[in-house]
């Protein structure tokens, strides 16, 4: 056999046969030449027979490594006009558009990518963690599936933290299948616009500035037995029409762009979001009361309440015996403390599994007016909170539809953000998220390759 034909039946490159094979001290260099005739844009379907010229050189990609070896693809490529992007250097089908490495070195690096750290990452493939980034953000906008935003029907929407100084991805899970199927860069209303945006692209207008009031004469007033025109209802898209329940923490800004872009779907509000809004005013008491003793010159007894904090936060049933012991000591004092934790596992004990609806909205109405009575101030607000957000509460326990899953997903996102601290866009992050989370089946080389 040939040495040509051996490396053909090798590297299985589809769509070429191969001319030479050189080996130089630290690589091996495959020329390659393209077995059709017709030009082919690497961005479009655009084909033609006419070339408008040759580049001068080689294009070179990175293939698998042969052993030890470096392995290059060298390939003359033509240049075509496309009458969308202009002149272009034809695609070709063993590697993506402006990429220098092969489908199969790509493939490779997402699925080390979604699996281990980035020091066995460049250490193995002997490249930078920054073209790491980079190779992932391909082949996810390659594998990334259109029609993944379809059949949504119970999704929820929150953020995750990917790098230092309040930079956040917002993650849309899609409650079902239990898959992330859309992110972007940035939190809050203008996500959420932009979910819904590209849910729905074709009803999505841009809203006009404000025009200032325009003055007109008595005559041309209405008058009370004159009809005032309605502000007309939001167009729903087909995909966000299909959309039925959402859930959100309680933040203003998600909430808002889904009332306004899928008004027929019931907003849910996750009691775990409760639970953790009551451990935060109870930590605002405890740490209020430490201060105070701080300040009384009391430094030991300061010292000794510190360390309560685990105490009161964690359940009464996952204490240590020493949290157990600090825990009565707080009982024997009493004061503050103890009624802020008493009421904290009071907003706990409302969410157990084995209440109905109907107990919990009993509980829920007078755990808030238990909370308005309190009279320390983080409790109160915590009340008026969960009075605002009742109605998304009782949705969720009555509809059965959690953040636990987001949640899930979102810890495991965060997992993965921490081996993106490198990266340095967005992009790459959450390339590397929807690669793990997202709806995305990962494949090695030989898997591309089975019979």
């Not at 957000?389 to 636990?404: F, K, M, S, V, Y």
């Not at 081996?419 to 990962?442: E, N």
Request: proline fraction near 6%; charge should be positive.
């Amino acid at each position: 056999m040939r040495v040509t034909s051996a490396f053909s039946r090798l590297l299985c490159l589809k769509g070429v046969w191969i001319r030479d094979i050189r080996f130089e001290p630290d690589r091996v260099v495959v020329e390659v030449a393209l077995r059709r005739k017709r030009l082919l844009c690497p961005l479009c379907e655009y084909s033609a027979w006419a070339r408008k010229d040759t580049r001068p050189e080689d294009t070179v990609w990175r293939h698998l490594d042969l052993g030890t070896w470096r392995l290059e693809i060298h390939c003359r490529r033509r240049r075509l006009w496309c009458p969308e992007h202009g002149a272009r250097a034809e695609g070709v089908p063993f590697a993506r558009p402006d990429s220098e490495f092969t489908r199969d070195f790509e493939c490779l690096v997402a699925w080390l990518a979604a699996h281990t750290d980035k020091t066995t990452i460049t250490r193995m493939l002997r490249i930078d963690w920054r073209t790491v980034g980079r190779i992932i953000a391909r082949v996810c906008a390659d594998e990334l599936d259109p029609a993944r935003l379809d059949d949504l029907f119970d999704i929820g929407i929150d953020e995750v933290s990917w790098k230092r100084q309040h930079n956040y991805l917002t993650l849309v899970a899609d409650h079902r299948r239990g898959k992330i199927v859309w992110g972007c860069d940035g939190a809050g209303e203008k996500a959420a616009d932009a979910f819904f945006a590209e849910l729905d692209p074709e009803i999505t207008v841009a809203s006009p500035p404000p025009q200032p009031p325009e003055i007109q004469p008595e005559s041309l007033k209405p008058t009370d037995s004159e009809p005032v025109s309605e502000d007309p209802e939001p167009k729903v898209g087909a995909r966000a029409g299909r959309l039925e329940a959402i859930s959100l923490d309680m933040g203003p800004g998600y909430a808002k762009s889904a009332r306004a872009h899928v008004p027929q779907a019931v907003i849910c509000i996750d009691p775990y979001h409760v639970v953790q809004l009551a451990n935060k005013a109870l930590d605002e008491v405890r740490r209020a009361y430490w201060n105070e003793l701080r300040g009384l010159g009391d430094q030991d007894a300061a010292k000794r309440f510190k360390d309560a904090r685990w105490s009161l936060l964690k359940k009464p049933e996952k204490l240590t015996d020493k949290q157990a012991a600090t825990l009565r000591r707080i009982k024997a004092a009493g004061g503050e403390v103890w009624r802020a934790y008493t009421l904290k596992e009071a907003v706990r004990g409302i969410f157990q599994h084995d209440l109905t609806l109907e107990d919990v909205t009993i509980l829920i109405d007078r755990l808030t007016s238990r909370l308005a009575r309190s009279r320390l101030e983080p409790l109160v607000k915590l009340g008026r909170t969960i009075r605002k957000h009742r109605d998304g509460i009782l949705a969720a326990i009555r509809l059965g539809i959690t953040q636990g899953r987001t949640e899930a997903l979102n810890n495991k996102a965060r997992l993965i953000t921490r081996r993106a601290y490198g990266f340095h866009s967005a992009k790459a992050a959450l390339a590397l998220v929807m690669l793990t989370c997202g709806p995305i089946t990962l494949q090695l080389p030989h898997e591309l390759h089975s019979p």
